[in-house]
Each structure stands twice: as structure tokens, then as C-alpha cells.
């Protein structure tokens, strides 16, 4: 299995609060993406790194912010947590753009 | 604006059976198409993947089916199993610019039954 964490695994919080997950990787893998995912949508983009420090929006980022500082870490914040961002949350990584993912076992949030 | 969408939203089939996923694309200029496994509990993770310049690949029970003039790609499971019991995702997107990101499709959940 590909060496990816993501942390917490599972995290309930209120409305408003900030809220930053984690993304470690060991595989040194240039691309690292961060996805949602909610019945009857699939997985969408939220951001994605090509870089340390180079990183992009995807079709559903707003609320959400990035950074990467380090190869192996790539951080998703919402700032301010709304019910609509209760999902579950995927990082990935990948060796090149397009090619194969390799997803992390994900990340549960809820917002009351 | 969804660019790839994915047919059943669910699907029953008999243990033995074949599974059929119907996936259709709107952007001509997508060229990789890969299919995602995912157990519950778990992340996807890659099954298989087509490039058009090929109209069918096949690996062990698993088969990709590409029709590029309508569009349209599609996961075959031959003699399905319990172990199949999963959801399927499709995906598309360019390869020949670089940090060009997979769209995915909404999903396909599968179960088979004994």
C-alpha cells in the first residue's frame, strides 16, 4: 500500500469553527490532491500541489484553502466549517498528471 | 457542469453474472480513462485504465470497452463475484499537457449476490 496518512480520521465540529486535515505521504510522490466525497456526486477536486508551495483550485474550492510547505505534507483548512462541508475527505497522490492515485483511507467530517 | 457522467447510480447482479458500467464523456479532448475500485471503509484505488488508442482492454475478469465516437466507456466484470461488492467510479482526462486533473464520475454502487 501506498504510504499516505491522513488525520484525523474522524473529526466533529461546529459551525464556524476553523478546521485543518492532514496529508502525509512517504512515497516522495510529486502531485498531491485533496477530493471530497458525497452520495450522488463522487469524488470532486477540491485542490490539488504540483509542487511544495505550488498548489491550485479545483471545481469545488471555495471554502477551502491549501498549502504545502513540504513534499510529504499537504494541509486542507476550512476556515470557517459549514453543515454543506460535512463529507468525507480524500487525499491522494500521484508520480504524474494524469496517472495512477493512490488515495488515503480518507478522512469523516461533520458540522452541526 | 458534469463532464463525465456514470450509469446505474446502483446495480444487483447474480453471483456468476456480468456486470456492465456505462460511462459517456463530453470533452473530446479526453485521452486516459480509468476505472477506481472502492471498498467500504477504504479509498479508491486504480483497477483499470484505457487509452483511446486501443477499443477494449482486458485484465483477468475486468474489461474496458471504448467507443470514441459516441463517447462513450464502459467496465465489464465477467463471472462476478462477492468480492466485487464495491463501488465502481469512472474517470477521463487529457494526458498531453501536464498537470491535467482526472474528472470522475458519480459512481456506481455494485452488489453481488450469491
Known amino acids: 500500500d501506498a504510504g499516505i496518512t491522513q488525520s484525523p480520521r474522524h473529526k466533529v465540529t461546529e459551525t464556524g469553527t476553523p478546521v485543518t486535515l492532514r496529508c502525509h505521504q512517504t512515497?516522495?510522490?510529486?502531485?498531491m490532491y485533496w477530493y471530497r466525497q458525497d452520495p450522488g456526486h463522487g469524488l470532486r477536486l477540491i485542490h490539488y500541489?504540483?509542487?511544495?508551495?505550488?498548489?491550485d483550485k479545483g471545481e469545488v474550492s471555495d471554502g477551502y484553502s491549501v498549502s504545502r510547505s513540504k513534499t510529504e505534507d499537504f494541509l486542507l483548512t476550512l476556515e470557517s466549517a459549514t453543515s454543506s462541508q460535512t463529507s468525507v475527505y480524500f487525499c491522494?497522490?500521484?508520480?504524474?498528471?494524469?496517472?495512477?492515485?493512490?488515495f488515503g483511507e480518507g478522512s469523516r467530517l461533520t458540522v452541526l | 457542469q458534469q463532464q463525465v457522467k456514470q450509469s446505474p447510480q446502483s446495480l444487483i447482479v447474480q453471483k456468476g453474472g456480468i456486470s456492465i458500467i456505462n460511462c459517456a464523456y463530453e470533452?473530446?479532448?479526453?485521452?486516459?480513462f480509468p476505472w477506481y475500485q472502492q471498498f467500504p471503509g477504504k479509498g479508491p484505488a486504480l483497477l483499470i485504465a484505457?487509452?483511446?488508442?486501443?477499443s477494449e482492454k482486458k485484465e483477468g475478469r475486468f474489461t474496458i470497452s471504448f467507443n470514441k465516437s459516441a463517447k462513450q466507456f464502459s467496465l465489464h466484470i465477467m463471472d462476478s463475484q462477492p468480492g466485487d461488492s464495491a463501488t465502481y467510479f469512472c474517470?477521463?482526462?487529457?494526458?498531453?499537457?501536464?498537470?491535467?486533473?482526472?474528472?470522475f464520475g458519480t459512481g456506481t454502487r455494485l452488489t453481488i449476490i450469491p
Open positions: 500541489s504540483y509542487g511544495v508551495k505550488d498548489t
Open positions: 491522494a497522490i500521484s508520480q504524474e498528471s494524469p496517472g495512477e492515485l493512490f
Open positions: 470533452n473530446t479532448a479526453f485521452d486516459y
Open positions: 474517470a477521463a482526462s487529457k494526458s498531453n499537457f501536464g498537470n491535467e486533473k482526472l474528472t
Open positions: 512515497e516522495n510522490h510529486r502531485y
Open positions: 484505457i487509452r483511446p488508442d486501443v
